[in-house]
């Protein structure tokens, strides 16, 4: 049924490629008939390599953005059967919920169709966390293997290294060997170190990218809102001349406004999680609005445009599900599976307070927060009294300042309707 949905959505909800989506298509172009990551011929590591690379792979043998999406398909569906088996000690009941909710969940569906880096991100997000649950029987190939996951993982979003940066010092609570994990790290550079050495070679960078100050940038600085939106002062970036520059004299400034304005940071860190965990507004209007891209039109005007029981749709699922994973984060701890998630969740938000928020972020969030999510289910009379009253308090804040999320959010958008 999965396959399905997504095959017939690629197939017959049709649309032009848009924001990120053209310059992935067209730094896979570039890669696929010239062997050279460029703008017109232009050396650039602005955008992570990863992604372009998985799309140029393709284009040398038919270069069509459908290609790429019907594989995306593919690999999404993957998604189900490693949620089935994840976490095996789980009843077959929660597992099957799991595997079942994401083959039919809207928002994996719609990011099948578009020519951007989520799904397969994803993809191999939860196929590394797969390996990862089961690092002591691995053998040292499958160490290996796991560990160029991870280091793909790196050129797909950067971002990630936060998770890995804290998943270093907690192995003895995950029970790791100080032996795998150097199996890994050595897999993880067998990938990222050539990308790195190129940088610095043709752009003087050692870096996996050069968006990092930009990104940094537009979250700090006196007009930042939160989300992204290239409206920081042009002082900010004054002078630079190449895509290294810009990126050193974003973080310089992004950094003084931090430590020179640390409440006003720490407000617009709340709106950058707020930012994060939003609806699905952003997709819905990327899919189904006539002019996604138009600057004539605000973002909750398009968000109001589209047909309330096609929001619902989307968005019914993924409240229950982010409800839910409170409910199973709760009550269900203590395991390494248990440990991981919370490692994601945490490294993505620190990311993004820091940065930026935006709702395309949390997607890859959403195959652990569903395994606990079906959890929530299982939760028994007998589970909810042995616990202990800060963790039910904790869960009910929670859950509150996600519902004040979306009805704040839902507001905006009636008022431009």
Not at 164 to 184: S, T
Not at 387 to 396: D, F
Request: hydrophobic share 50%; net charge positive.
């Amino acid at each position: 049924m999965g396959l399905i949905a997504r095959t017939l959505l690629v197939s017959l909800h049709q649309r032009p490629l848009i924001s990120d989506e053209r310059e992935y298509h067209h730094l896979a172009r570039s890669l696929a008939t010239q062997l050279i990551y460029s703008y017109d011929g232009t050396p650039t590591a602005y955008r992570p390599v990863g992604y372009s690379a998985f799309v140029a792979a393709i284009y040398t043998l038919v270069e069509r953005p459908a290609a790429v999406k019907y594989l995306q398909v593919i690999l999404d569906c993957l998604v189900i059967l490693l949620l089935y088996f994840m976490v095996p000690e789980w009843s077959e009941r929660n597992r099957i919920i799991a595997a079942g909710m994401w083959a039919l969940y809207p928002s994996a569906i719609l990011y099948a169709n578009f020519l951007m880096s989520e799904t397969l991100f994803t993809f191999l997000l939860v196929l590394a966390i797969f390996l990862l649950t089961r690092l002591s029987r691995l053998s040292k190939a499958a160490l290996f293997f796991t560990g160029i996951i991870l280091g793909y993982l790196l050129l797909l979003k950067p971002h990630f290294l936060l998770f890995l940066l804290i998943l270093g010092p907690a192995y003895k609570k995950l029970e790791m060997e100080k032996k795998r994990i150097g199996l890994l790290t050595i897999g993880l550079f067998v990938v990222t170190l050539p990308w790195m050495v190129r940088n610095y070679a043709q752009l003087g960078t050692f870096s996996l990218a050069t968006n990092g100050g930009i990104n940094l940038l537009i979250g700090n600085h006196p007009n930042a809102t939160g989300a992204y939106a290239i409206t920081f002062p042009p002082e900010a970036i004054e002078g630079a001349t190449t895509e290294v520059e810009v990126s050193r004299k974003a973080t310089r400034y992004a950094m003084k406004y931090i430590f020179d304005h640390p409440w006003r940071f720490a407000l617009n860190a709340v709106k950058k999680f707020a930012h994060l965990f939003s609806t699905e507004g952003g997709l819905l209007v990327w899919s189904f609005h006539p002019e996604p891209e138009s600057r004539s039109v605000s973002y909750a005007e398009k968000y109001s445009r589209i047909p309330l029981l096609l929001s619902l749709l989307v968005n019914v699922p993924y409240m229950c599900i982010i409800l839910g994973s409170i409910v199973g984060l709760t009550f269900f701890r203590g395991t390494r599976f248990w440990y991981l998630t919370l490692f994601l969740i945490f490294s993505f938000v620190l990311g993004h307070v820091v940065s930026f928020g935006g709702s395309r972020f949390h997607f890859p969030l959403i195959p652990f927060l569903l395994l606990f999510a079906s959890m929530s289910v299982s939760l028994t009379r007998d589970k909810l009294k042995a616990s202990s009253r800060l963790a039910l308090a904790i869960a009910g804040l929670a859950v509150l300042v996600f519902i004040l999320i979306w009805i704040v959010e839902f507001s905006y958008v009636l008022r431009a309707s």
